[in-house]
Nanobody, 126 residues
């Protein structure tokens, strides 16, 4: 199981970024995928997750209406579209996978997740 996050960068407040998570070594629809982030000096927090179906997607209140998680199962990709970025969105973003054992229509933005990719840094400037 491998995950590789990309797409981070420097953006001004109010701007947008799209993060990508390339997955391999497993059947994407059998896993929950989540995006977590960690700001300097703060605990890691879950941001959004998605399971088998698009309707399973959820996000935390602090990003609701601004961030959208989606996936392209045939391409083994998961995305996090981030709009109207705020200074407090700055941090290293990680994608993670949890084995649901098969198709499942629920995910959680909380640990534990079994597999983690390397992070991609998002910096929002004023």
């Amino acid at each position: 199981v491998q995950l590789q996050a990309s797409g981070g960068g420097l953006v001004q407040a109010g701007g947008s970024l799209r993060l990508s998570c390339a997955t391999s070594g497993f059947t994407l629809d059998n896993y929950a995928i989540a995006w977590f982030r960690q700001a300097p000096g703060k605990k890691r927090e879950g941001v959004a997750c998605i399971a088998t179906s698009a309707t399973s997607a959820k996000s935390v209140d602090s990003v609701k209406g601004r961030f959208t998680i989606s996936k392209d199962a045939p391409q083994n990709m998961v995305y996090l579209q981030m709009n109207n970025l705020k200074l407090e969105d700055t941090g290293t973003y990680y994608c993670a996978a949890a084995d649901n054992g098969g198709p499942y229509h629920y995910c959680s933005v909380r640990d534990p997740y079994d597999y983690w990719g390397q992070g991609t840094l998002v910096t929002v400037s004023s």
